[in-house]
């Protein structure tokens, strides 16, 4: 467990989404994507103006997004929202 206001170390994905599952490619690239900047999802959550436990839920796939907010997070990341939604087409993770 962690100390109060001390985030965990970013780690990046452990698998390729399910390429016909919107909200696990979405998941993949936002972790991928942070986890490259360095960031918690703390941090990603400030740069977008959202709670992190929103954060959280949609990188584990469990809520949908609205495309106010992914636009946000596409934002907060530097990336286009069309980029974010794309099957990775490469299985090499490390």
């Not at 970013?10 to 979405?26: A, F, G, I, W, Y």
């Not at 690239?29 to 436990?53: H, M, P, V």
Request: hydrophobic share 40%.
């Amino acid at each position: 467990m962690h100390p109060v206001g001390v985030s965990a170390k970013p780690q990046p994905p452990t698998q390729l989404p399910d390429p016909d599952n919107l909200r696990d490619v979405l998941a993949y690239w936002i972790r991928l994507r942070r986890f490259e900047k360095g960031w918690s999802q703390e941090r990603l959550a400030l740069e977008c103006e959202l709670d992190r436990t929103y954060v959280s839920a949609v990188e584990r796939s469990r809520w949908n997004v609205s495309l106010s907010n992914m636009e946000r997070i596409a934002q907060a990341l530097d990336t286009e929202v069309w980029m974010l939604l794309r099957a990775p087409q490469h299985a090499t993770l490390d």
